[in-house]
């Protein structure tokens, strides 16, 4: 995949993914005036953050942020869907970067030893070809330098979450993650991202599941956007 969109690349002139217009050498996927342009929550500057006042108290955790706000209907809401269901792979990996290196700035990633995605499982991955949050992560990594850990697997497939409520998501997500690799992660400061954050159901169950396996893990909880 990553092959194809880089002979795509080569042979026809890029444009930027929200407003088509051409891109300089010195930029990929997305234009500066776009990549400005999306909104920012500025979590990470607030203490007690909306996102960290969704986990305190739930599960423990360093750092926690929402990057962009999601409304429906955005250009980024058309980005995000781009991302899962269009084969943008190149759009994931990006936005992750950005997210990244702003967040790095800012000193967001302090105490971070590892990056991992909200795992996907299997079947899902090969349906759609690729998970996009593993993308995110990957995009993160390349900004921050801090590795990408392999030590987590989605072990069941659950049903879609779209139209459930909070505790049918929690019920639904019971039992979905496993720590694969625990001693990976031991005394581990660990960013766990996540594309888009809706009710938390899916990071608060995985921020359970790590806990549960490695209680002096410290998590820091990175969804690229929060819902308004
Ligand atoms: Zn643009």
Not at 42 to 68: C, D, K, W
Not at 75 to 93: C, E, T
Not at 211 to 228: I, Q
């Amino acid at each position: 995949m990553n092959i194809i969109s880089d002979i795509f690349d080569f042979f026809l002139p890029r444009k930027c993914h929200v407003c088509g217009s051409l891109l300089s050498d010195s930029e990929r996927v997305f234009c500066t005036r776009c990549v400005e342009s999306l909104p920012r929550s500025r979590y990470h500057l607030m203490s007690l953050n909306p996102m960290e006042q969704r986990f305190a108290g739930i599960v423990p955790f360093v750092r926690a942020t929402g990057f962009f706000l999601y409304s429906r209907h955005s250009d980024l809401a058309n980005v995000i869907h781009d991302m899962k269901y269009r084969q943008f792979p190149s759009v994931g990996r990006r936005l992750g970067e950005i997210v990244g290196g702003e967040l790095l700035t800012a000193g967001f990633f302090d105490g971070a030893d590892l990056v991992a995605a909200v795992p996907m499982h299997w079947r899902k991955r090969m349906r759609r070809g690729y998970n996009q949050t593993q993308l995110i992560a990957a995009g993160v990594s390349d900004a921050t330098g801090i590795p990408v850990c392999d030590a987590l697997e989605a072990c069941r497939a659950h049903k879609t979450q779209t139209a459930m409520t909070l505790q049918q998501r929690q019920e639904n997500l019971s039992g979905s993650f496993r720590v694969t690799d625990p001693e990976a992660l031991r005394g581990k400061g660990l960013v766990i991202i996540d594309d888009v954050c809706t009710t938390g159901a899916t990071m608060r169950t995985l921020a359970e599941t790590i806990m549960a396996a490695v209680p002096d893990c410290r998590l820091f909880l990175l969804s690229v956007c929060a819902t308004t």
